[in-house]
């Protein structure tokens, strides 16, 4: 994406010597798509996901009132968040426990870890964030322990994602260009990176697309209508 032509984009993802030239017919829908992930990992998108998850809700009750579910590993207290247990600079995250729409972990030093922890039931889905802001060098841990057949869509901003045992996991997972995979493991439903590297380039992973999965992430997934300023191609595309 030729930030001459796009002054959003991020020019250090982009090599002006040999540049790809995509057909004509995908020219469209490629822009579309990066344009789409600018505005997912904006600040100012993250920051929105930030102050939902502030809020406190019904849907995460600890007595005696609505709290909300943002943890952050640099607080001096943290909210009663039901799902999620800590251990010093550790948390754990139980997917067949969770009860908020949308869980956010903090984490801007770099020193936190989290376990997801999968369900071997469905229920309603929900969005997890781990945001870390420490820079390259510091990534936050994140680990994926056994199956999980409930919905989930994944936010991770500078993290090192790794999977233990070939687990199979229900959801989407998105990928910021800071964010790394490790391990083995099959997923239903969505995943996809942004950013000039392969994050998988360490993983076996299979990936199945499920329409039903899709389905149920759909009223969490964000909205984007964005319009190309690379170029006035308007292709008729294929769905």
């Known amino acids: ?33 990066w344009n789409a992930y600018e505005y997912v990992w904006s600040t100012a998108y993250q920051d929105q996901l930030i102050s939902a998850a502030e809020q406190p ?4 009750q600890p007595s005696p009132a ?12 943290e909210p009663v968040i039901t799902g999620v247990t800590a251990s010093g600079n550790a ?9 908020a729409p949308i869980i956010e972990v903090v984490d ?4 936190g870890a989290v376990t ?29 322990s056994g199956n999980n057949l409930r919905p989930v869509l994944y936010y991770f901003e500078n993290a090192s994602v790794a999977f233990s045992s070939t687990p199979q996991v229900l959801g989407g997972l998105l990928l910021d260009p800071t964010s790394s995979v490790t391990g083995s493991f099959i997923w239903y439903g969505h995943v996809s990176f942004y950013g000039p590297a392969n994050p998988f380039a360490s993983a076996v992973a299979t990936v199945n697309d499920s329409p039903a999965v ?12 964005l319009v190309s300023t690379n170029s006035p191609y308007t292709p008729s595309l294929s769905p």
């Not at 991020?10 to 490629?30: H, K, S, T």
């Open 1 to 33: 994406n030729n930030p001459a032509n796009d002054a959003t984009a991020y020019p250090d993802l982009f090599n002006p010597v040999g540049a790809e030239q995509l057909p004509y017919q995908y020219r469209n829908a490629a822009s579309f798509t």
């Open 57 to 60: 809700t019904s849907a995460n």
């Open 66 to 77: 609505p709290q909300g579910s943002v943890y952050d590993f640099s607080a001096a207290q």
């Open 108 to 111: 801007s030093e770099g020193i």
């Open 116 to 144: 997801i922890l999968g369900s071997s039931s469905t229920g309603l889905p929900f969005v997890l964030v781990v945001r870390n802001t420490a820079g390259s060098g510091n990534q936050t841990p994140v680990t994926f």
């Open 91 to 99: 948390i754990t995250i139980d997917c067949s426990q969770v009860t």
């Open 214 to 225: 899709k389905t149920a992430l759909e009223d969490l997934a964000p909205r984007v209508l």
